[in-house]
């Protein structure tokens, strides 16, 4: 492991690190052995390989995480990668509890790296589902029966947007608060906005 590939910024992030720090430690140095580029973005460590995001080291309440970009697309040779909610289409992740798993498995990883970069060499994309492949709630259809202009505002945002209201105002379990969703974010959509904007 060279300190000319490591980043400051990571660094900073492990010195802060309270859970899994030692875990992010040997990830990191594993990692960097296969010759990454390390970045800091989405407040974690991230590793590129020609500016393209091969994979993300993160940690949860319940473990700590290799997550490969692109994880969709690897063998998995050893079955051990993780689709980490059923929404997740390209990213999967292998977890861990304790660093002792990731000493022992320091070849497979490093292994499923390498494949990671190659996929990336080879320029291979995931096929995402389509926004018309997800179902429109029920709620949602309504009230696009009931006001035509909030469908064609609807269908004016970016697919991404689309598919971020389509998850949220599908998650709920109560048709009630289904539809509590949909009138809160009505006036959003009718003025182009996202979820989050």
């Known amino acids: 492991m060279t300190n000319r590939r490591m980043n400051p910024k990571v660094d900073g992030f492990l010195r802060k690190a309270k ?5 992010y430690e040997k ?7 296969c010759e990454l ?3 800091f973005k989405w407040m974690h460590p991230c590793y590129t390989f020609e500016e393209k995001n091969i994979v993300l ?7 700590c995480a290799l997550l490969f970009h692109k994880g969709a697309l690897l063998q998995d040779a050893h079955g051990i990668l993780v689709q980490q909610t059923e929404n997740v289409q390209s990213a999967r992740q292998i977890r861990f509890t304790h ?4 000493v022992e498995m320091e ?3 490093k292994a499923y790296i390498h494949e990671a970069i190659e996929v990336e060499k080879a320029g291979l994309e995931v096929t995402f589902k389509k926004n018309t492949e997800f ?6 259809q309504n009230k696009f029966d009931e006001i035509p202009a909030l469908k ?6 970016t697919p991404g947007r689309q598919r971020a209201y389509l998850l949220y105002f599908s998650q709920p379990k109560q048709s009630k608060t289904r539809e509590s969703r949909v009138e809160k974010y009505m006036e959003q959509i009718l003025n182009g906005k996202g979820l989050n904007d």
């Open 57 to 63: 080291i993160h940690g949860f309440k319940e473990y």
């Open 99 to 102: 660093v002792q798993e990731i």
């Open 19 to 23: 859970k899994w720090k030692e875990e």
């Open 27 to 33: 990830l990191r140095q594993f990692v960097l052995d």
């Open 107 to 109: 070849t497979i990883l």
């Open 152 to 157: 064609t505002a609807f269908e004016a945002l």
């Open 135 to 140: 179902i429109i709630p029920e709620e949602l």
């Open 37 to 39: 580029t390390e970045e």
